[in-house]
């Protein structure tokens, strides 16, 4: 199996699906990590274009703790994220063509920010045009409609689960890699005084009373036609 998880900035995937990624790993899946903005502007002191450096390079050593094949950004600038750029849109086509995934998790349209909507809507709309042969991008056509997950929101709110994955094996390697990027949690403790690691294990704790394990992460999916599948996809 190959799994693709598209997330808006850096870090939002370890938040919201990397205990599931880490489950995918154990269970020989190749897993391919995306995030789309480059999150240069998660901070207050530190300048945008620096950011963006330490931030990628964040990113690419919480995949490695992940167990991630390849971590994929799309480079754009925060709060500049829309499904009308097309040339962003080509980009999320090519990832898709590129990994070929049997799978995709991202955003709920539910999320709390317009970028993470954003990349929402991306994302199902270049899942579909990674199909169309006529749109050429540098890999070739992918056909498969690919069937879509979306991941929890930030603290659950809004969000009405439909699946639930058991990470009680994979919680410590979920914040091993979150914990990786280092200037957001060192960024909400300082400027937000939220420890955020805490924060995201209680989440993983509360989404796991309610399907009965000690903690989970919690999905929905994507009910457009053709995308519903009758299997279960999540590990």
């Given amino acids: 199996m190959r799994v693709l998880a598209v997330g808006c900035h850096p870090d ?5 699906c990397g205990g599931t990624l880490n489950k995918y790993v154990e269970n020989g899946a190749e897993v391919f990590m995306c995030h789309v903005a480059n999150g ?3 901070h207050v002191e530190i ?5 963006a450096v330490i931030r990628a390079a964040e990113a690419k050593r919480a995949g490695e703790i992940i167990g991630a094949t390849k971590v994929f950004s799309l480079d754009v600038g925060d709060t ?3 499904e009308f750029d097309e040339a962003v849109v080509d980009q999320m086509t090519d990832v898709i063509r590129e990994v070929r995934p049997d799978v995709i998790i991202t955003h709920s349209d539910v999320d709390y920010m317009r970028d993470h909507v954003q990349v929402n809507r991306l994302v199902f709309n270049a899942s579909f045009m990674s199909g169309i042969v006529q749109r050429r991008t540098t890999h070739p056509a992918f056909a498969p409609i690919v069937p879509i997950y979306y991941m929890d929101t930030l603290a659950g709110v809004g969000f009405e689960p439909t699946h639930y994955v058991d990470i009680s ?3 410590e ?3 091993t890699a979150l914990a990786a990027h280092d200037s957001q949690i060192a960024w909400m403790r300082e400027h937000d005084n939220v420890d955020f690691l805490d924060f995201v ?3 993983s704790r509360y989404r796991g009373y309610q399907c009965g394990v000690p903690f989970a992460e919690a999905f929905t999916t994507c009910r457009t036609w053709p995308r519903p599948d009758a299997r279960n996809l999540l590990p």
């Fill in 80 to 82: 500049y994220v829309t």
């Fill in 40 to 42: 240069n502007l998660g």
């Fill in 12 to 16: 939002d995937l370890e938040i919201g």
């Fill in 173 to 175: 390697v979920k914040l």
């Fill in 169 to 171: 094996g994979n919680i």
């Fill in 201 to 203: 294990r209680t989440c």
């Fill in 47 to 51: 300048p945008p274009a620096k950011l």
